[in-house]
Structure formats: structure tokens, C-alpha cells
DNA sequence: GGTTCTAGAACC
DNA sequence: GGTTCTAGAACC
């Protein structure tokens, strides 16, 4: 096996444990290299791993195989009754292969979740999404009372603008009536008026505000001379 | 040990394994009675485990310990070399002491997460949150530019209001003007009318409408006599 | 990255 | 609820 400095420690290991002839009777290669077997798990986990490893737990060992991403091979038994109970334990990874040691580099160990993942969902950001939504809720509650007081002021508003131009109008009616009148009057007293002298003043002071109500009657008085 | 229904089947067997005094040897007590020892790990999962259980494996074992949350006891090595590796395994429960048998119906399975757990968030949980939060959003915006709209609404109303009640008060001094005029061509022609008996009416037809300038006019007489 | 204890999840 | 395989998490 090449010193490939890109594969794990704990993968060199596991490969010079299944390639050594001196360990097969404890931990070799499966009939078609796809695999190896465990045979004698209880002396495997308390004389050879410890050799390796920093401890002589079979439960350890596992977990490292399963952080690699091995699978253990579980043996059907056809069916029939269990026996060979303690039979040999067998793991295999598409990239642990007899003869294919340049194929380990790709066996990645599982990444660690030692400090809290990206892509996780903890408690604390649910926490912060129903915070954030409470206050949605309350702003929303705000935002719907003021467009409720808004519409009522706009309705009331709308209220008041047709109440004003019926006012208006109702004015405009009156000042045309009075208009009329007073052309009516102007003319019946024409010449009187001239015989005075007396120019048509409407208003005691000559303010520009006269100027509407003169033309108004000028145009009145014109419009009955068509 | 009282034959009580209430207690699970494992914790049934423990309690007899432990007490046993025929397994002394592999699993019993501790010293104070408050966590039992498993003192040949491997020899008690190969012998004396099949006989209780359907199995021989101490992992399986521990998974169910776990699962009735007991906890192993750690020992500590005092900080210098772990001699003694192979010492005894000692596992430890509140409810679960030496001759006090009545504990044990205290000691609850955990709850098997065989459904998606209520309390548990799920993947398909952020998506809903996630998606009512986007709804939440786009409802936002409608509402405030409805919001944006109703206001621009309301200050044209206030405009028009505003408008028109200038036109209003220019109507009605407009309006008082002519009715000045009127009682001074009133006053001035009372003479002549009287001699004519022409009735004061300000309008050709005697319609309501006319009654409130008719009132202006008197009202405006009257105080130009006081 | 390695070791240990506990838990999740699937299957029985 | 029990058994098995795999994964999480804390600690080294």
C-alpha cells in the first residue's frame, strides 16, 4: 500500500489489519474482496484492536467504521433458525476493495457536527421565527386598526365633500335666483338709474371680491338681452 | 420482588439478574446498593445475557438501559495511566436501588419515535413556517399600499374639503353682498314700491328654496335698522 | 480526527 | 416493547 498521506489514519489501519496474513484469523478479506469479516469478535476487540487503536471496544471500532461510511453485511440465515449465532461480522464500503488500495482516498469520514450546522434547524431559531412572527402579527393587528380608521375618516370624508357640494350648489342656485332678481330689478329701474347718474355698484367698498358678483349680473343681463 | 404488572418486562429480568445471587459473578450490586456492576463483560454477554433475553450482545444490552435511562457510572482512574482497563462496567439508576423494589414502577420507557414526534420539528414543519411567513409578506405589501393608497386618498379628500369650503365662505360673502345691495336698493326704492304694491318676491316661481333668501334679505334689514 | 456514551430509526 | 444498525454529541 502506497504512504497516500490523503487517507486517514484510521483507514491505513483498518487496511493493514485486513491485508495482514498474521491478523486472519481474527479480521480478513470476504471471499470476493468486496468485504471483511470479523471472526472472532470478543478476542478481536481485546487482543488485536488494541494493537491499533487507543482502545479494545468493538463498539468503538463500529462507530469509526460507520463515521467512514462502512455498512455492516447482514446475513439473511435463509429464514430458518438462527443458528451460528456468533458468526462473523461483516463490513463492507464501495471503496474498500482487495487489491484497490488507490480507491481509499476516496472514503471520507462523515463531517462533524461539532459546532451547530448551517443547514440545521436548532430550537433557537424556532424561537426566533415564532418571535418574528408574534411581532408580524401585532404589527399587522396596528396596520389593520389604521387602515380601519383611515377607511371610516375617508367615508366620512366623502361624507362631508358631497354634504359641501350640495351646498354649493344649493349657493349657486340661490346667487343665480338672486342674480335673476336683481337683473330683473336693474332693468325695471334702468331709467331711473340713469336719470340718477347712479353707476351699478354692488358693494359699498371697490374690493376685487366685487368683480365676481358684477360680472355675474353683467352676464346675466346680457344673456336675457339674447 | 413483588410480581408487579406495571414494571416492563426488562426491568423485570434486570432486577432478577442483579438480585441472582447464582450471577454474582457476572452482574450485582454495587457497594451501596445504588448502581450494579457488570463485572465480565464478555462472559456475561455470551452466557448469562441469551438466557434472559433474545440476544447476546452487551450492546443491545446498553441500548436498553439507555432507553430506560439508566447511565453509566465513569470512573475517573484517580488521572493516572487507565490501568485496569478492563474493569467492571457499572450502570446506575434513580429509581433503581437495592431493596427498594417498589422504586421501580417509576422507571419509563422513553417514548419510541416511531411517529413524527409533536414536540419534534420537522424539515416539513420550516417549510410550512417558512411558507406562511412569504404569505404573511406578500399580504403585507398589499396592505400597505392599500394603506399608501387610502392615505393619498384622504389628503386629496382634505383638499377638496378645503376647497371647497373656501368656495363655501367666498359663496357666502358673495351671497351677503348682493343681499347688502339688495336692501340698500330696497330701502331706497321702498317709497316707489310701495306706491307700485309690488310684493318683494325674489324669485319668479314660489318655490321653498326661495324662503331662505327671502329670510337673508328681511334678517338683513332688520340689521341695518338696529 | 479518535473515543465514549447516548439516542434515532427501522425492523421485528 | 425488543433488537439491531447507525448517528449525534461531548470530550479528548
Redesign the pocket.
Known sequence: MKQNSNV????S?LWTLVEDSDTNEFITWSQNGQSFLVLDEQRFAKEILPKY?????M??????????????V??IDSGIVKQERDGP?E?QHPFFVQGQDELLENI???????R??EG?VCQEDISTILSNAAKVQVQQETIDLRLFTLKRDNEALWREISDLRNKHVQQQQVIRKIVQFIVTLVQKNRLVSLKRKQPLLLNTNNSPKSTRLQTMVKETVEDNHH
Open positions: 486517514p489514519a484510521f483507514l489501519k487503536f487507543k482502545h479494545n471496544n463498539a468503538s471500532f463500529v462507530r469509526q467504521l460507520n463515521m467512514y461510511g462502512f455498512r455492516k447482514v446475513h461480522v463490513f471520507k469520514r462523515k463531517v462533524s457536527s461539532t451547530p450546522e440545521k
